[in-house]
């Protein structure tokens, strides 16, 4: 029997207080402004650092510890696509949530193919932010409703899903790896179903549900729960009810 190496923490420790803590990426003092008045009416939400472009993201999410990052995708130096495949590289990583605008699916396609977490108009309400970046820090995906439509055809569309050299294989082949339980988990991420629910259906623990997602993520060579989802849809998963053994 060989040896199980130490697992890479998926996320950063959490703050001693238990809030979450967002850098904020854009190049408009506007927009970075607005955000920080939002969130500010948010108890559990701290604005730990700003960036004016991607490179100051980077370097500023690998200083400190940061639970999500809120990146724009146009930005000078170092634009949002080139960044995110950056901070999804650092141990630990943060989740990333593109900032974007109706129109530019397509940059966002590149994103959520790059690793980024979910994706977020820059026109949503105060509590759609708030919620979003909630549900960023407790591991789920954050897909804007106006345009998950277009982004999702567009990517099934596109054939493969960029991550590690295994996304090249054919879904089938990807799953493979996984146990009965693991499949089930990625087919209720394919339903789009949050950690909390994942684990009210299967009766097991929000903890174990999240080491779940990590080995998935690692198995199938997905970048994040939204290339996983993805994938469950390629590989005709449906949203499983059931509660099979590990």
Known sequence: MT????????????AADGRIRVLLADDEEMIRHGVRLILRHAEDIDVVAEARNGAEAVERAAAQPVDVVLLDIRMPVLDGLAAVARLVRLD?????????TFGDEENVTRALHAGAG??????????????AVRAAAAGDAVLSPGVTGHVVK???QGGGLIGTSSATAPADQRLAALTGREREVLAMLGAGL??????????IGL?????????????????????AALLAHQAGLGGATGAAGA
Do not use: C, W, Y
């Open 3 to 14: 040896a199980t190496p130490p697992e890479k923490s998926p996320t950063p420790a959490p």
């Open 194 to 203: 949050p950690n909390l629910e994942i684990a009210r259906r299967l009766d």
């Open 154 to 156: 567009r990517m099934l």
């Open 118 to 131: 979910g994706f977020l108009l820059k026109d949503e309400g105060p509590q759609e932010l708030i919620s």
């Open 207 to 227: 903890g174990t549900v999240k080491t779940h997602v990590g080995r998935i993520l690692e198995k199938t060579g997905t970048a994040s729960r939204v290339q």
């Open 92 to 100: 630990p990583k943060p989740q990333v949530v593109m900032l974007t």
